[in-house]
């Protein structure tokens, strides 16, 4: 289940470029950019309203859309600054995922951000095949790998042997928050995007994050690259993802401060700490934005 988009710059981004791009293949109308990506993505793309109409504007605003009303309902074709605007985007959006492997980039930042390494195990949660358990592992972290998916699990340990800095194990994140089990670093991989509720998911991920602790989330970037890379299964696949406004919104309901949220690509990657008691209310402390691979 996709979750509904809060406003986000990302996204917005995304919606000026899909514009352009409708708008060069034939005359589109702008009021129906919303419904058009809804329909398209089958869901997986909601973005805010607000997001659809800053796009529709901002095309406006530029003199990209050949039309008086940057609102309308009657299609409208793009001017021929409009195309030149769309045909450097794509190319920079392009340039930029093909630069170098954003899926290594994303965790190798990740890695370093999920600091010190010291004698406290790290939990990776949905380890899938254990891509980042082992580069945290390599880093010199403990590592708890874990996965509803046994197969996943069987296949991810497989050629790593005895290792007493990584464990692999089939278990649940919400039967682990019951259990009231704590780590002081968790740490996710292309997970969210594949829940059917991200935010339950969150929660019990939270649930098992001890005050002062650091979360840190790798997934797809919902944004230009991801959608011109395809971003798994559908050109909009990506879109389940949280964007940043969405960990904005959700940061004081998690008990969260939200410190990171960065782009590689068509990879991000969201680092939070666990609020403790006289924290008051969640504030991004330092919240950054696109980085080339």
Same mark, same amino acid.
């Given at each position: 289940m996709a979750i509904k988009h809060q406003p986000s710059p990302e996204i917005r981004d995304f919606l000026v470029c899909y514009l352009l791009e409708q708008a060069s293949s034939g005359a589109f109308p702008p009021a129906q950019l919303g419904l058009e990506v809804v329909r398209r993505s089958e869901g997986d793309l909601q973005p805010a309203e607000a997001d659809v109409r800053a796009a529709q504007i901002a095309c406006w605003e530029r003199g990209w859309l /050949?039309?008086?009303d940057p609102l309308t309902d009657e299609p409208v074709s793009l001017?021929?600054?409009?195309?030149?605007a769309l045909e450097r985007r794509l190319e920079a959006a392009?340039?930029?995922?093909?630069?170098? /492997?954003?899926r290594e980039a994303a965790a190798d930042h990740l890695v370093s951000l999920v600091s010190p390494v010291d004698e406290s195990e790290v939990l990776d949660v949905g380890t899938g095949d254990g891509f980042l358990a082992k580069k945290l592992m390599a880093a010199g972290f403990r590592v708890l790998a874990v996965d509803t998916d046994a197969s996943a699990i069987d296949h991810a340990a497989a050629g790593c042997g005895a290792n007493a800095h990584l464990r692999f194990q089939v278990a649940d994140i919400h039967a682990l928050a019951e259990r009231g089990q704590r780590w002081s670093k968790i740490v996710t991989s292309y997970l969210l995007h594949e829940c059917e509720e991200p935010v339950g998911m969150l929660r019990s991920i939270c649930a098992c994050l001890e005050p002062g602790g650091q979360l840190a989330c790798m997934d797809f970037a919902p944004n230009c690259s991801a959608y011109l890379s395809g971003g798994g299964r559908t050109p909009f696949h990506a879109f389940r993802a949280l964007a940043q406004g969405d960990w904005e919104a959700l940061a004081p309901e998690l008990g969260l401060t939200l410190i990171e949220h960065l782009c590689f690509g068509h990879v991000?990657?969201?680092?939070a700490?666990?609020?403790?008691?006289?924290?008051?209310h969640a504030e991004i402390t330092?919240?950054?934005g696109e980085k080339s691979p």
């Open positions: /050949d039309h008086e001017s021929p600054e409009g195309r030149l392009r340039r930029q995922d093909v630069s170098a /492997d954003p991000s990657v969201t680092l700490r666990k609020q403790v008691a006289g924290d008051g330092q919240l950054q």
